[in-house]
């Protein structure tokens, strides 16, 4: 079966995780992947090619670069494919146009966030191209409900074409990567008896930073030796550093921009943190839970499908720097750490192993390339 992803970039973010997870994860020879980007970040390229991916650049220097559609459409009518699995609004827009022009069997989607956090225009695009599709994923309920107003979690069957598949990690692979790595590598000087945060994200407007600045603040009052790392990239990396200056909080607070590996900062950290205000289902909640940390984050769609209230961390309004503080203060006592993180790592153990995704994208994949999809 051959299996042709479409994504906008390779960014070591979540949609592109995804992928280079569902390819380095399929253990049937009989299934080969090529994955297509069509601009911009390519820091995941040389490991799809390793995980045993082709790797096509489509080159455009801007969305809708005329020549990258052009080279986007040649493309799809030189190669034949079993399944196109286009990620993210303006891959699915031209995915699906490309497919309908070349030689394709089938066509599926998946939606990777509410449609409220995608652009206007490539939210009209996409919904436009949606009848294109042979099979609609979600990543979690929450982003399928947002869609349809109902949700239907993946059975070998489709709901009116639809589906929910969870977005998963490797979780044994990602807690031994946590447990070698050294926080000392970082050269980061923290007390001994110091209470460390972490938010790992993007730094656009959807992960809602600056929220987590302000609560920063209050905790800070409270415990004056609190450490916040926020680990990312992206278009609001400055405003976020001077959101912290403004607030004084230099000694408290370090936004690091992109790093070579997060395994060490994960191991560093006593509680993942996260002031989203749209999310899909986030797989750096994931991650924090398979390296056993407690989670203090927003209560919001994808988000509460992941993290259980009192169970495995905490769920506060989004927007609301008070109560994402009082949260983040909670878990000052010891013992209510070790009791969600526990139940953290259980529950990613349980519902969210990168083992489950692979499956069920296999056999969404086979019962379309067989004409056996119920959509």
Not at 77 to 90: G, K, M, S
Request: some cysteine.
């Amino acid at each position: 079966m051959e299996v042709c992803y479409l994504i906008n970039q390779l960014a070591p973010g979540g949609a592109p995780t995804l992928l280079l997870d569902l390819v380095r994860r399929t253990d049937d020879p009989a299934v080969s992947y090529t994955v297509c980007f069509i601009e911009g970040d390519d820091s995941l390229v040389e490991d799809l090619r390793e995980a045993g991916a082709e790797v096509v650049d489509f080159g455009a220097s801007f969305k809708f670069d005329p020549r990258a559609l052009v080279r986007t459409v040649c493309f799809f009518r030189r190669h034949e494919f079993d399944v196109l699995h286009a990620h993210l609004p303006y891959s699915q827009t031209l995915g699906r146009i490309s497919a309908l022009l070349g030689t394709v069997d089938a066509v599926v989607s998946t939606q990777h966030n509410v449609p409220e956090n995608y652009h206007p225009i490539t939210r009209v695009l996409e919904r436009a191209t949606r009848p294109l599709d042979d099979a609609t994923v979600a990543v979690s309920t929450g982003v399928e409900r947002a869609f349809r107003g109902a949700a239907h979690r993946y059975d070998g069957t489709l709901d009116d074409g639809w589906c929910t598949i969870y977005n998963g990690v490797d979780v044994g692979e990602f807690e031994v990567a946590v447990e070698a790595a050294d926080p000392g590598s970082l050269d980061i000087a923290v007390d001994d008896d110091a209470l460390v945060y972490l938010n790992v994200s993007r730094y656009v407007p959807a992960k809602d930073q600056g929220t987590l600045v302000d609560a920063m603040a209050t905790v800070v009052d409270r415990e004056p030796a609190a450490r916040l790392f926020i680990v990312g990239w992206g278009p609001k990396g400055h405003s976020l550093r001077e959101r912290v200056r403004q607030r004084g909080l230099d000694d408290a607070v370090t936004v690091t921009g992109r790093v070579p590996s997060v395994h060490p900062y994960y191991a560093l950290a006593d509680v993942f943190v996260s002031s989203s205000v749209f999310e899909g289902l986030p797989i750096a909640h994931l991650e924090a839970m398979a390296a056993g940390l407690p989670v203090v984050a927003t209560d919001i769609p994808g988000v509460d499908e992941v993290v259980v209230d009192g169970e495995t961390g905490r769920l506060v309004p989004p927007e609301s720097p008070d109560a994402l503080a009082s949260a983040m203060c909670e878990l000052t006592d010891v013992n209510r750490r070790t009791d969600f993180s526990r139940a953290s790592r259980q529950r990613v153990s349980e519902e969210f192993d990168i083992a489950s995704t692979v499956e069920a994208h296999r056999r969404l994949y086979e019962s379309l390339s067989t004409g056996g999809g119920d959509g």
